[in-house]
């Protein structure tokens, strides 16, 4: 990488953005997504896990305080949308912010830290040939995965809350109503047309929304680390850097809400009658 | 310098930054808002406490007061009691001594009654003498001339 300096940014770049892959079943995979992902998971189930098998009725200790305000925030947020029993849907609601909250902080820690401790370890050749990317939402299959996921779930809870023949019909006969048969006849392809739509964008967008922020924040992140590449550019480089960490601490919090809040509207919608 | 160590160099001296700026700006309102909780449920659970102190201390005043009351009116029972039994022999002893005066008073009527009538009697019994012995005799007799005579039988009768 050293060798080439003129192509060393676009090199580097094409370098941090190549994911872990193995084949898996004919098909690539992404290693380092999922060890992420899972690994974070895990973090989260454990931490709270812990908190909620230790927690008092008493006066909470800071650990537990903090729990329950993540608790009580989400399940607020999921009150004031979900009208119902909420039992499965907060839950749902704060594993998939915490989960993705954990996923987007890995945006936060140093770009080259792993690379550099692979070179460190086992030498330039293997880290040339090694790639990890670390912030599992900025892999498009990780978010799709969850809003397939959730795709699913409004599917299930439409058919639960209407019926299979409600729902099916509903597809065909909403937004656009009519009287009388013919008519009705007219409208339906239309009308599951844009059931179809709405249906499929769901998942769409909430996938790409949540990719398309933290790919850009990563690639932002390289680009700036591009500038620390020149002794000339270094301070600067590390100021903007410096920079974009702290708005990222913004952004991967709004994201991680945007995406438990959507989930939870959608789900709400599952729930209502046209 | 490789440029990765050198990127790493700056990412990490970022980094440090970030931390910092977490440490001075994120960390602090996080736990503020930790304590801030802590200190309302320990309010809350201090406050429970005591409200629940003071229903007991309002069980046993409620209490003290049923009992002294029930004492007072038991009291006022007593009294009321005594009051009653006084009156009631009060009351008695006036009927007695009403029915007494009213005896003494039928007797002395009755005395002076019985005196009148003997009284009477003896002025009849008198003049029934007079009357008698006047037919016997067939004259008029003197009541004035024989008035110690008379006056004697009267007192004899």
Redesign the interface.
């Known amino acids: 990488?050293?060798s080439e300096p003129q192509g060393?940014l676009t090199e580097?770049i094409q370098h941090h953005l190549t994911h872990d892959v193995i084949t898996l079943g004919g098909g690539g995979f992404h290693l380092d997504s999922w060890i992420v992902a899972a690994a974070l998971g895990l973090v989260f189930v454990l931490w709270f896990g812990l908190y909620a098998r230790r927690a008092t009725s008493?006066?909470?200790g800071?650990g537990q305080?903090?729990v329950?305000?993540v608790l009580e925030f989400v399940d607020g947020q999921v009150k004031d949308v979900f009208h119902g029993n909420r039992s499965f849907i907060a839950p749902l609601a704060l594993t998939i912010f915490m989960w993705v909250f954990f996923m987007n902080t890995m945006d936060?820690?140093?770009?080259?830290?792993i690379?550099?401790a692979v070179?460190g370890v086992a030498g330039e050749q293997v880290?040339h040939n090694t790639h990890f990317r670390l912030v599992p939402t900025a892999d498009v299959n990780t978010t799709f995965a969850m809003s397939i996921s959730v795709f699913f779930l409004i599917i299930f809870y439409s058919i639960k809350a209407k019926g299979g023949w409600g729902f099916t019909k509903e597809l065909f006969t909403a937004p656009f109503h009519a009287h009388g048969i013919v008519a009705k006849t007219l409208l339906a392809p239309f009308n599951f047309f844009l059931n179809l739509v709405e249906y499929l964008s769901k998942p769409v967008s909430l996938a790409m929304r949540l990719f398309g922020n933290m790919y850009a924040g990563e690639l932002v992140f390289m680009l700036i680390?591009?500038?620390?590449?020149s002794?000339a550019t270094?301070v600067p480089?590390?100021?903007v850097?410096?920079g974009w960490?702290?708005f990222h601490?913004l952004i991967i919090g709004l994201q991680a809400f945007i995406f438990m809040v959507l989930t939870v509207v959608y789900l709400a919608m599952a729930h209502e009658h046209h | 310098m490789?440029?990765?160590?050198?990127?790493?160099?700056?990412?990490?001296?970022?980094?440090a930054?970030?931390i910092w700026?977490?440490a001075k700006y994120?960390w602090p309102p996080?736990?503020k808002?930790?304590?801030q909780?802590?200190l309302k449920?320990?309010e809350g659970?201090s406050a429970a406490e005591r409200a629940h102190a003071e229903l007991r201390d309002a069980d046993s005043k409620v209490a003290a007061e049923i009992k002294a009351a029930r004492q007072q009116s038991s009291e006022i029972i007593d009294r009321a009691q005594q009051q009653a039994n006084q009156i009631l022999d009060k009351a008695r002893a006036d009927a007695i001594a009403e029915i007494n005066r009213l005896k003494a008073a039928a007797q002395d009527d009755i005395a002076s009654m019985a005196q009148r009538a003997r009284e009477e009697l003896r002025q009849r019994v008198g003049e029934l003498a007079v009357q008698g012995a006047s037919k016997i005799v067939q004259r008029e007799i003197d009541p004035s001339a024989h008035k110690a005579l008379l006056d004697q039988l009267a007192a004899e009768i």
């Open positions: 990488m050293a060393g580097y008493g006066v909470p800071k305080a903090f329950e305000i936060l820690i140093p770009l080259d830290l690379g550099s070179k880290a680390s591009g500038l620390m590449m002794w270094f480089g590390v100021l850097n410096a960490a702290i601490i | 490789d440029i990765t160590y050198q990127s790493l160099l700056g990412q990490a001296l970022s980094f930054i970030l700026f977490t994120i996080l736990t808002a930790i304590e909780r802590q449920i320990a659970l």
